[in-house]
């Protein structure tokens, strides 16, 4: 009993591990991903009172209160609805016995403490999250600029000098193009599932 509780003091108690995909079926994880749809783990950390689970679809954190409860909190995040940023990976020093990997994913803060000796797998994860921030936001960056440049051709259409018959075609005919570009833009450049990217990165 001394132990655990000088683990928990000590922070010694969440320092994770990296799960290998022979055991993902044992985690607490695997039961909230959606296998109907195809989706599919990649890479899952589990430290004694949560997991980490990252799926070609979404992050998906089994949050626990301590390491000396069973109370879990489900949290999922989709790629496509949570941006992930600021990703960083910290290597250890001579006395560390972790590594850490951070990110945001949305406005959340993602801070997950690793055992130092599993840090290449590690960087695998990394190389995979910082891609898919690169991605999301160079595909952000499309879309405004694509919405932002139908924006400014409808602007002009108003203030064209054509008669009124001419102009109500005219804009349905505009309204008509700008919403199956952008419905064609927003499958190209919104993605959801970064599965390809997870194998290209991942060696585990």
Known sequence: MFKKIAADALGLSDIGTIIQPSDFDKTDADDYV??????????????????????????????????????????????????????????????????????????VKIDI????????????????????????????ITLDFASQSLDKAVSVLQNARTDDNNLADTYKG?????FQ??????????EKDFGAIFEKYINN
């Open 34 to 107: 959606m296998h109907e749809d195809q989706e599919k783990i990649y890479f899952l950390i589990k430290t004694k009172a949560d997991e980490y689970c990252f799926t070609n679809l979404a992050i998906i954190h089994v949050d626990g209160t301590s390491a000396a409860s069973s109370k879990r909190t489900l949290k999922r995040y989709p790629y496509s609805q949570h941006k992930i940023s600021g990703v960083m990976l910290e290597t250890a020093g001579k006395l560390d016995m972790d590594v850490e990997i951070k990110f945001h994913i949305g406005n």
């Open 113 to 140: 403490d690793v055992r130092k000796d599993q840090i290449e797998q590690l960087k695998d994860l990394y190389k995979a999250l910082l891609q898919i921030s690169e991605i999301t936001y160079e595909n952000g």
């Open 174 to 178: 505009l309204t008509d193009f700008s």
């Open 181 to 190: 570009w952008l419905t064609s833009a927003r499958e190209k450049y919104h």
